[in-house]
């Protein structure tokens, strides 16, 4: 195998995407898809890909991106080539920000509060690929369902929703005291919504988890929308040493969730060590300094 | 809205989710617009699932109402 000539840009590996695999010589091949989108003409490019270079299957990756093994050295500059023609993006690995995982959003999921899809594709046109000292997580779901874990990455995004209630419309029907109830018992919570002496319902904010339950069950469409926001984790990881990040915001606009991601990409490699994980960086300065430079 | 008149009734005390919804669904598909269905359903998860799903499916909901330990759906066929 020495005198067989391996023809390889460095600088272009270096580039991301290229993982090297337990066996000798082969290497996977990880790709980039936001959220996990995919328009499904490009199915058919991945399969030639699996084909040609792989052993003709590809695994899905915890981010949602869909990757390749068992690509052998010597195809590697080729394989390079051929995505570009067909439009396949690689993946991140080594210390830059992954691919962008997303839930599937108020487009077709009945929770959501927000078009995740939408704004996955914003995220990763401005913070993929990233250089850090670590790595780097971002993570966009539509609602506390959490479907996308917003508490496990760098830095999560969970769409949230404040209900209002239009007593004219309410019908007293006490339904909506009844899902809020159970929603709060569950998180430990005095319920938000409760029954005042004319049965009509007092919202109560501070205990709110804003998840919506109100506004789906009311029969009347008293309860509506008021506002939609996101509250902001940082510094989750799960890794060896799991850790939820820690809440910053309740509720961020959307313009607002671009800075503070862009902000903490920052703060991130200006106050970590090479290596150093977001969460472990902002137990050494304390998350209200964190809080202090970023918000 | 003090006297509704009902076309139909269906009684889903005791059966579970889904199948209390699919049932109204069905129900609701054999009737023609603008005509009433009053469904009995099970306190908890049922009368909860069951008005959101409805309501999301566009019927109108005319009136809840707790009877004991059960609830009574109203609901107009869109």
Not at chain 1, 27 to 36: D, E, Q, S, V
Not at chain 1, 43 to 67: C, M, N, W
Not at chain 1, 90 to 109: L, Q, W
Not at chain 1, 183 to 207: F, H, L, Q, S, T
């Amino acid at each position: 195998m020495k005198n067989k000539k391996i023809n390889l840009d460095l600088n272009e590996l270096r580039k991301g995407g290229i993982l090297k695999q337990l066996q000798k010589d082969y290497f996977i091949l990880r790709t980039r898809i936001p959220g996990g989108y995919l328009k499904s003409d490009m199915l058919p490019k991945f399969r030639q890909i699996a084909k040609k270079y792989g052993k003709d299957y590809v695994h899905l990756s915890t981010r949602q991106a869909i990757e390749i093994p068992w690509i052998h050295i010597r195809d590697l500059e080729k394989l390079i080539k051929e995505l570009k023609r067909l439009g396949i993006s690689r993946g991140a690995c080594g210390p830059r920000s992954r691919n962008i995982v997303a839930c599937p959003g108020s487009s077709v999921c009945r929770f959501g509060f927000t078009n995740v899809e939408k704004l996955a594709t914003e995220f990763d046109r401005k913070f993929f690929g990233q250089d850090v000292p670590k790595k780097f997580k971002i993570a966009l779901t539509g609602c506390p369902n959490s479907c996308a874990k917003p508490q496990e990455n760098d830095i999560g995004f969970m769409a949230v929703g404040e209900p209002e209630c239009d007593s004219t419309k309410c019908t007293s029907c006490n339904l909506c005291a009844k899902v809020c109830e159970k929603v709060c018992a569950r998180g430990g919570r005095e319920p938000a919504i409760i029954m005042d002496e004319n049965k009509k319902p007092v919202y109560r904010r501070e205990y709110c988890f804003f998840e919506g339950d109100c506004i789906r069950v009311c029969p009347a469409s008293a309860w509506r929308v008021k506002r939609t926001g996101y509250t902001v984790f940082v510094g989750g990881k799960v890794g060896r040493f799991p850790k939820l990040g820690y809440k910053i915001k309740e509720f961020a606009s959307e313009e607002e969730i671009f800075k503070i991601a862009d902000k903490c990409i920052k703060r991130y490699n200006q106050i970590a060590e090479p290596g150093e994980r977001f969460g472990e960086s902002i137990e050494k300065i304390g998350i209200e300094e964190l809080k202090r430079q970023i918000l | 809205m003090t006297e509704i008149k009902i076309n139909q009734i269906l009684d889903l005390k005791n059966t579970p989710c889904p199948i209390n919804f699919v049932k109204t669904k069905l129900k609701l598909e054999e009737m023609s617009k603008g005509e009433v269905l009053e469904v009995l359903l099970d306190d908890g998860e049922p009368i909860i699932n069951v008005s959101s799903s409805v309501k999301e499916e566009g019927h109108q909901i005319l009136k809840v109402e707790q009877i004991k330990n059960y609830w009574k759906l109203i609901v107009k066929k869109a």
